[in-house]
C-alpha cells in the first residue's frame, strides 16, 4: 500500500448521509461537514458504506469542502449476531 505523499491531509469522520453516485456527506470531529467519494480500492473490493460508519479520509489542502473515504474503522462493539440455526 502507498504511503501518503505528504500533500495530502489524513483526517477521520462519521457519514452522515449517503447520496448518490456512492457520494458521502461526511462530518469531522470539529463539526465540519464534506462531500466525499470512496477509493478506487474500496470500490474494487466492494466495501460497503452507510451511514454512521466512522471512516478515514484523504483531503487536498487546496480544497477544504472535498475529501476521498481511504479506509471503513472497524466497529468496537458490532451488534451480536443471532445464534446459528440448523434447519432438518
Known amino acids: 500500500m502507498p504511503e501518503s505523499d505528504g500533500k495530502s491531509i489524513e483526517l477521520e ?4 448521509a449517503v ?6 456527506r461526511v462530518q469531522l470531529a470539529n463539526g465540519h461537514t464534506v462531500l466525499a467519494h470512496i477509493s478506487g480500492k474500496l470500490r474494487k473490493n466492494f466495501i460497503k ?13 487546496y480544497d477544504l469542502e472535498k475529501a476521498r473515504i481511504t479506509y471503513r474503522m472497524k466497529e468496537t462493539n458490532p451488534a451480536p449476531r443471532p445464534a446459528f440455526r440448523r434447519r432438518y
Open 13 to 16: 469522520g462519521k457519514i452522515v
Open 19 to 24: 447520496l448518490p453516485g456512492t457520494m458521502f
Open 49 to 61: 458504506i452507510a451511514a454512521g460508519d466512522m471512516v478515514k479520509m484523504e483531503m487536498s489542502p
